[in-house]
């Protein structure tokens, strides 16, 4: 593999189980590790914090506690501003417009390899380490940087680092990426690490209670208006409590007596209205993307036969990829798929190597 070695490695270190073992795996490999955990939010809120979330004061002193006992240096930096107006301005917008963000995604890229990075290099460090079940390869041939999935297929997280850029990859480890969520469990438990029984942290870290619509409120002062669900010619339903508790493709919460099961088909963001109706009316057979990203390829060039995923964990679907327009593609499936969702990311895999991937605007 023609990537270099870093020896200089910042390990992003979140009090979780996954990123202290990470961390133990590059110092017994001799690599000169420096820990750092980024606080997101204002030291207020972080000081109220669940002991699950990112930057809770439990998740510090648990990171601390692991750094002392592998004996390498410790950080707390505050990233508050940046993940704000990157993640959290991002993800109120995103439901205010009817669409469903991807936070993780964007703080992989602005946050984790973004200014992180910028921290790893002002500390003499090449390298940003994490805990995430990925792989980073290199294709002598094209001469690009490839990620790829990790070898536990459950707990690869390969679809939330689909937005990397090439000089981010180059500078990114993930020292977990061979092993599984059960043997990093092992692991941390064989070697006394202090986060060894810890959680998985919950997928909107910094929505502590998940109640999306008074987070969003309480961020923005925008009020959240209840409105009608309606089915797709218009007739009410019944009514939904705000647009942003809601999102393409769910089933639960919708509180209508119906004969059959309804789902969220769509989003009228103008009318204020959740459209509702049986599974059918969210299966999709095509959908546009923009903002595209490439990493195992410069740029699409011709119609591509691969494999989408179109949220994360789901089941990787045979689709043509093919361009429309300056910065959209157009994916074609072979099957129908149930409720790829606007604002969510769709990613390409060619076998166990992503392709790319970009945003979801439409849906056909």
């Not at 290199?138 to 689909?162: I, P």
């Not at 494999?307 to 327009?325: E, F, H, L, T």
């Given at each position: 593999?023609?990537i270099?070695?870093i020896?200089?490695?910042?390990?992003?270190?979140?009090?979780?189980v996954d990123?202290?073992?990470?961390?133990?795996?590059?110092?017994?490999?001799?690599?000169?590790?420096?820990?750092v955990?980024?606080r997101?939010?204002?030291?207020?809120e972080?000081g109220?914090?669940?002991?699950r979330s990112?930057c809770s004061?439990?998740a510090?002193?648990?990171?601390?506690?692991v750094?002392?006992?592998?004996?390498?240096p410790?950080?707390?930096?505050?990233?508050s501003?940046?993940?704000?107006?990157?993640?959290?301005?991002?993800?109120?917008?995103?439901?205010l417009k009817?669409?469903?963000p991807?936070p993780?995604?964007?703080?992989?890229?602005?946050?984790k390899f973004?200014?992180?990075?910028?921290k790893a290099?002002?500390?003499?460090?090449?390298?940003?380490?994490?805990g995430?079940?990925?792989?980073?390869?290199?294709?002598?041939k094209t001469?690009r940087?490839?990620?790829?999935?990790?070898?536990d297929?459950?707990?690869?997280?390969?679809?939330?680092l689909?937005?990397l850029?090439?000089?981010?990859?180059?500078?990114?480890?993930f020292?977990?990426?061979?092993l599984?969520?059960e043997?990093v469990r092992t692991?941390a438990?064989?070697?006394?690490?202090?986060?060894?029984?810890?959680?998985?942290?919950?997928d909107?870290?910094f929505v502590?209670?998940?109640?999306?619509?008074?987070?969003?409120?309480?961020?923005t002062?925008?009020?959240?208006?209840?409105?009608?669900?309606?089915d797709?010619?218009?007739k009410v339903?019944g009514r939904?409590?705000g647009?942003?508790?809601?999102?393409i493709?769910?089933?639960?919460?919708?509180?209508?007596?119906?004969?059959e099961?309804?789902?969220?088909t769509g989003?009228d963001?103008?009318?204020?209205r959740?459209?509702?109706?049986?599974?059918?009316?969210?299966?999709?057979?095509?959908?546009?993307?923009?903002?595209?990203?490439w990493i195992?390829?410069?740029?699409?060039?011709?119609?591509?036969?691969v494999?989408a995923?179109i949220?994360?964990?789901?089941?990787?679907a045979?689709?043509?990829?093919?361009?429309?327009?300056k910065?959209?593609v157009?994916?074609?499936?072979?099957?129908p798929?149930a409720?790829?969702?606007?604002?969510?990311?769709?990613?390409f895999y060619?076998?166990?190597?992503?392709?790319?991937?970009?945003?979801i605007?439409e849906?056909?």
């Amino acid at each position: 593999m023609a990537i270099r070695k870093i020896e200089r490695v910042v390990a992003a270190m979140s009090g979780g189980v996954d990123s202290s073992v990470a961390a133990d795996l590059l110092k017994r490999k001799g690599r000169n590790v420096i820990g750092v955990t980024f606080r997101m939010w204002p030291k207020e809120e972080c000081g109220s914090s669940s002991g699950r979330s990112c930057c809770s004061l439990e998740a510090i002193v648990r990171a601390r506690s692991v750094a002392e006992k592998l004996k390498i240096p410790y950080y707390v930096v505050d990233f508050s501003e940046v993940f704000k107006r990157e993640v959290i301005d991002y993800f109120c917008a995103e439901y205010l417009k009817g669409f469903t963000p991807n936070p993780c995604v964007v703080c992989n890229e602005k946050i984790k390899f973004g200014k992180l990075l910028e921290k790893a290099r002002s500390l003499g460090a090449l390298g940003v380490a994490t805990g995430h079940y990925a792989n980073v390869g290199y294709d002598k041939k094209t001469g690009r940087y490839l990620l790829k999935q990790g070898r536990d297929k459950e707990k690869d997280q390969s679809y939330f680092l689909f937005n990397l850029s090439q000089e981010q990859l180059k500078s990114a480890i993930f020292p977990l990426g061979g092993l599984t969520k059960e043997k990093v469990r092992t692991l941390a438990r064989k070697r006394k690490l202090p986060a060894f029984n810890t959680v998985s942290s919950q997928d909107i870290c910094f929505v502590r209670d998940l109640d999306y619509a008074e987070y969003i409120k309480k961020k923005t002062g925008v009020e959240i208006r209840p409105g009608d669900i309606v089915d797709k010619a218009g007739k009410v339903l019944g009514r939904h409590k705000g647009i942003p508790f809601y999102t393409i493709g769910q089933r639960r919460g919708l509180g209508i007596a119906h004969k059959e099961p309804l789902y969220v088909t769509g989003i009228d963001i103008a009318k204020n209205r959740v459209i509702a109706g049986p599974k059918e009316e969210v299966m999709r057979k095509s959908l546009v993307a923009g903002r595209m990203n490439w990493i195992s390829i410069d740029r699409l060039k011709e119609p591509i036969r691969v494999k989408a995923m179109i949220r994360y964990n789901s089941k990787k679907a045979a689709c043509v990829v093919d361009r429309q327009g300056k910065d959209s593609v157009r994916v074609d499936f072979d099957e129908p798929q149930a409720a790829p969702t606007p604002g969510q990311a769709v990613v390409f895999y060619d076998r166990d190597v992503v392709v790319g991937g970009g945003w979801i605007k439409e849906t056909q």
